[in-house]
């Protein structure tokens, strides 16, 4: 069974950095692309980054130059690396697994994938 946990959120001050991890157990199969997501309350889930098996690599708008994503070479661990963070970055964010290409609706696992239980990232002014 797969099994992804997120580390590395926390509190920040506008213009902080935070490095998020995602560790992959019991992979036994590709399941890139995998990628970064994130969700605030009541808003809609956000495809923030993802990388497939070629390590290419997509961001969303808000992300390019200041968030960089990238895989150890054993594909076990993914990160996520945010710079420059501002108060709109606050959300809980969640790796995943064969991510979807498109992000929506209120609840990011409820999209097919595997899915981590997320982290929390909050950016104050």
């Known amino acids: 069974e797969v099994h992804l946990v997120e580390s590395g959120g926390g509190s920040v001050q506008a213009g902080g950095s935070l490095n998020l991890t995602c560790t992959a157990s019991?992979?036994?199969?590709?399941?890139?692309?995998m990628g970064w997501f994130r969700q605030a309350p009541g808003s809609e889930c956000e495809l923030v980054s993802t990388?497939?098996?070629?390590?290419?690599?997509d961001y969303a708008d808000f992300a390019k130059g200041r968030f960089t994503i990238s895989q150890d070479n054993g594909k076990t661990r993914l990160y996520l690396q945010m710079n420059s963070l501002r108060p709109e970055d606050t959300a809980t964010y969640y790796c995943?697994?064969?991510?979807?290409?498109?992000?929506?609706?209120?609840?990011?696992?409820?999209?097919?994938?595997?899915w981590g239980q997320g982290t929390q990232v909050t950016v104050s002014s």
């Open positions: 995943a697994g064969d991510a979807p290409r498109l992000a929506y609706g209120k609840n990011c696992r409820l999209l097919r994938a595997y």
């Open positions: 990388i497939n098996e070629d390590g290419f690599t």
């Open positions: 019991g992979v036994t199969f590709d399941i890139s692309p």
